[in-house]
């Protein structure tokens, strides 16, 4: 294990802006596995904030995640999670992952209303649900 708080494993979901297809992984593989995991997300090239509907999908499932901000990928994120999996081919990383690297390919959900989110957050969910029974 790489570094995670109280010998959590610590699983990072990347993705460009981390506000959309991150924020939905993220929130998804906390829920569904109840804290198992230090479960962090974050992008290359963070919006201001999450998107309103990625929020409002998942509010739909009574996941909150109202507060919080889109944040940049660090080096140190990347030395710290065990498994890394990236939303979207091609990412630019600041370094090398020190754990297992996964990539997933989902469309980026900018600008979508919560009618086009709700989709991608239950692909999401199925992908993360396969990667946890893994896990």
């Known amino acids: 294990m790489t570094g995670g708080s109280?010998?959590?494993?610590?699983?990072?979901?990347?993705?460009?802006h981390?506000?959309?297809?991150?924020?939905?992984?993220?929130?998804?593989?906390a829920h569904r596995t109840n804290d198992?995991?230090?479960?962090r997300s974050a992008g290359t090239d963070p919006s201001e904030q999450v998107s309103?509907?990625?929020?409002a999908s998942l509010g739909e499932l009574g996941i909150d995640i109202s507060g919080r901000i889109p944040r940049r990928?660090?080096?140190?994120?990347?030395?710290?999670?065990?498994?890394?999996?990236?939303?979207?081919p091609g990412l630019?990383?600041?370094?090398?992952?020190?754990?297992?690297?996964?990539?997933?390919?989902?469309?980026?959900?900018l600008g979508w209303d919560i009618d086009g989110?709700?989709?991608l957050r239950d692909q999401?969910?199925?992908?993360?649900?396969?990667?946890?029974s893994q896990l």
């Open 6 to 16: 109280v010998g959590k494993q610590v699983i990072l979901f990347l993705c460009e």
């Open 18 to 29: 981390n506000a959309g297809r991150s924020q939905l992984a993220s929130a998804l593989m």
């Open 36 to 39: 198992r995991f230090e479960v």
């Open 52 to 55: 309103e509907a990625v929020a």
């Open 73 to 88: 990928v660090t080096e140190a994120d990347l030395r710290e999670a065990d498994l890394v999996v990236t939303m979207k």
């Open 92 to 109: 630019r990383l600041p370094a090398t992952p020190a754990g297992r690297l996964v990539g997933w390919s989902f469309p980026d959900p």
């Open 117 to 119: 989110v709700r989709p």
């Open 124 to 132: 999401i969910d199925a992908a993360v649900q396969e990667l946890a």
